[in-house]
């Protein structure tokens, strides 16, 4: 079994008298480590199923699992631990909170949850982070102070602070120059293979994909291509059709 | 600090002009109540102390002589264990007055008016000269010895001037018919509205009106350092006198519903029969006991102002941080999103909302404060109308740290009932609706 599953999954909007159904029956799986592309045009339902996967939506059929369990009898304030325990989000529009300068927005995590990090150790760890994203000169800037490249970086950090084993973004390049995002991309790579840490982004844009391992293509809230890399069957985890 | 607490605390500074603008309503509202809560605080001393000045005392003794018929004789007769008691006392005494008074009708040139006429002995009670100041006239010329000192008003009433002669008609301390003359030697200025209604002659000249001995009078007053010194003293002065005077109880509280001590003293007094002159002592504070009722309503006025200024700062407050939600409805999504909870993003929002109200309050007692002290240094004069309520002329101003505190607790609770609405709807957003809606 995967890191993350859907399993029929089934997203339905009310939107005044009629519903959208966003996403109508998906099921796919993602491998742990693996770096995931969710592609398809505006509208598909590539934000909903992240959605759903971030746990900050729920399907309204279906099932996700995150690490084998199932996630849809879980409550708030459960759904809330288990997102700031296994998640890590990026924001298409950065989402940086304004009043915390770069060192304090990515510390920002640490301080919420039961688990108290030892004061250095967590010091050093956002320091490395902070380099590693390239801003050790901005740590004290406000995000109002930073280009949207640096603001997309402080957010990488951000969301990898707690080591969290699944790092979501929502069209990260959205609202980058397609050099800065292509530098974005390549960042969430880097990490992706030092940390071991598995991305899974969603983009409209068909050609950054192919710096993925997994793409997963939408259109109309349905899947139309499920691969990895190199492989020709459709992406499937171990046990997966057992179960099904 | 708490991190969320911290971030609230930092949103107050993002739209400095809002902030400013809720904060100044908050902290107007508070020296407004604050100032009237001041006020009423020194108000009860204040006037005590003045009519302590008029009635030329704290602490008062009066003798009460049963006749022959049961009538009542108001006279002191004999005051050595008075003085000796006073003396024994220990109590801070500044001077004692001797005073006795009637109640007479003035006439002059065809006009009446019916007047409170005390008599004192003004070679020693010279702190007379101070408060009463005078208008015409002079006070030298109370060495005559049926001179006469009468306010502003009494004196343009019956249209009279410095050296004129008026006739009074007047009872006896036996209820005697009797006739006297006064002449005028000053005017006062109209000390307020309870300044009139003491007029001044020689101690003397009021005994012989009323039928006592030149040497007896009717009250001992006993001026102390101060107001706060009245209850301890005139417990101190009891104890010593009694045993050895006969002595009405203090302050006895009577059944059929008395409003102040002091009348209860006075009824239980007619019932009662006794040989020679017996005592009661009463103080300032039992004869004015009403003024707290006074201060009572003027903290109720500044509560229910506070109240409804409030009511309408916290809509102002509400529509605010309706507001706010809607801007930081994306930071609040992207928050929920990385591990805070429901409470998290309402107690920010509360947070937020308390250190506005807080600075706000805080400021507000400040600038009454200073307000008051500004206020306070204006001199208003002893002729002021307004004269009993002031100390020497000044307004002044006394707040009880408690009622600050506990208007600022208020203040708090209601900031925080004004925001719960808001903050709740924050903290219902889904995390998915919040990243939605942003811009
Ligand atoms: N809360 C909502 N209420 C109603 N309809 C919604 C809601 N959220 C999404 N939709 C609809 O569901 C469909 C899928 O939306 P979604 O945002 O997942 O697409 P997307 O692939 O992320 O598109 P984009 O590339 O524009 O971000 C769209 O038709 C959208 O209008
Ligand atoms: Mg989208």
């Not at chain 1, 598995?198 to 939408?218: E, G, Q």
């Not at chain 1, 890399?229 to 057992?242: D, N």
């Not at chain 2, 509205?193 to 003397?204: D, E, K």
Request: hydrophobic fraction near 45%; charged fraction near 20%; glycine fraction near 10%.
């Amino acid at each position: 079994m995967g890191i993350v599953e859907l399993e029929n999954v089934r997203k339905i909007y009310p939107l005044g008298k009629v519903q959208v159904e966003a996403v109508k029956g998906v099921s796919f799986c993602i491998e742990k480590g693996d770096f995931i592309s969710i592609a398809g045009p505006s509208g598909s339902g590539k934000t909903t199923i992240l959605n759903m996967v971030g746990l900050v939506d729920q399907p309204t059929e279906g099932e996700v699992f995150l690490d084998g369990k199932p996630t849809s009898k879980l409550n708030d304030a459960e759904l809330t631990r288990l997102r700031h325990e296994t998640l890590g989000f990026i924001f298409q529009s950065f989402n940086l909170i304004p009043v915390l300068n770069v060192w304090e927005n990515i510390e920002f995590p640490l301080l919420l949850g039961k688990t108290r990090v030892g004061k250095d150790e967590k010091k050093e760890w956002i320091d490395h982070l902070i380099e590693e994203v390239g801003l050790s000169e901005w740590r004290k800037h406000k995000p109002n102070e930073l280009s949207g490249g640096q603001r997309q970086r402080v957010a990488i950090a951000r969301a990898l602070v707690t080591r969290p084993q699944i790092v979501l973004a929502d069209e990260p390049t959205a609202n980058l120059d397609s050099a800065t995002g292509e530098q974005i991309l390549e960042l969430m790579k880097k990490i992706n293979r030092e940390l071991e840490t598995t991305f899974i982004f969603s983009t409209h844009d068909a050609r950054i994909v192919d710096i993925a391992d997994h793409i997963i293509r939408l259109r109309d809230g349905l899947v139309t291509e499920n691969r990895r890399r190199g492989e020709e069957a459709p992406a499937a985890c171990q046990g997966e059709s057992a179960r099904a | 600090m708490n991190t969320l607490a911290n971030i609230a605390l930092r949103n107050l500074t993002r739209q400095k002009k809002r902030t400013v603008l809720l904060g100044s309503a908050i902290a107007f509202g508070v020296m407004i109540v604050t100032l009237i809560n001041g006020f009423a605080g020194a108000f009860s001393a204040n006037v005590s102390e003045n009519f302590a000045d008029l009635m030329a005392g704290h602490v008062f003794i009066s003798g009460t002589e049963k006749g022959a018929d049961d009538e009542e004789l108001s006279v002191i007769r004999d005051d050595s264990a008075l003085t000796a008691a006073v003396e024994a006392s220990g109590a801070p005494v500044r001077y004692v007055t001797r005073r006795s008074s009637f109640s007479g009708t003035l006439i002059f040139e065809g006009k009446k008016l019916r007047t409170n006429i005390d008599g004192a002995d003004l070679s020693k009670e010279t702190f007379l000269r101070d408060r009463l100041l005078l208008k015409e006239g002079s006070w030298d010329s109370m060495s005559d010895e049926n001179a006469l000192i009468l306010s502003e008003k009494i004196a343009s009433r019956l249209n009279v001037g410095v050296g004129d002669l008026i006739l009074v008609q007047l009872e006896t301390v036996t209820g005697q018919a009797n006739v006297g003359e006064f002449r005028l030697a000053g005017v006062s200025y109209d000390a307020g509205i309870f300044g009139q209604m003491i007029s001044y002659a020689n101690l003397g000249y009021v005994n012989r009106l009323i039928g006592l001995a030149p040497d007896e009078y009717q009250t001992m007053g006993v001026m102390l350092d101060g107001l706060r010194h009245t209850e301890a003293a005139a417990d101190a002065i009891y104890g010593r006198l009694y045993g050895g005077v006969q002595l009405f109880e203090r302050g006895a509280k009577d059944e059929d519903g008395a409003v102040t001590p002091f009348q209860a003293l006075m009824r239980q007094q007619k019932k009662e029969s006794w040989q020679g002159v017996k005592y009661r002592l009463f103080t300032i504070n039992e004869v004015l006991s009403q003024i707290e009722q006074i201060v009572a309503a003027l903290d109720t006025t500044a509560g229910v102002i506070l109240v409804v200024l409030f009511v309408i700062i916290m809509v102002g407050i509400t529509n605010t941080f309706s507001m706010v939600m809607f801007e930081r409805i994306g930071e609040i999504g992207t928050m929920r999103a990385l591990g805070v909870r429901r409470g998290g993003v309402r107690s920010m929002f509360l947070y937020e909302a308390l250190f506005l109200a807080l600075g706000g309050a805080v400021a507000g007692i400040a600038l009454a404060l200073v307000a008051m002290g500004v206020i306070s240094l204006f001199d208003f004069g002893m002729d002021s109308p307004a004269f009993i309520i002031m100390k020497n002329g000044h307004l002044s101003f006394f707040l009880p740290p408690l009622r600050a505190v506990g208007n600022v607790l208020i203040i708090a609770a209601l900031t925080l009932v004004a925001v719960a609405s808001p903050a709740g709807k924050a903290a219902k957003l889904t995390p998915a609706e919040a990243l939605r809606t942003q811009k």
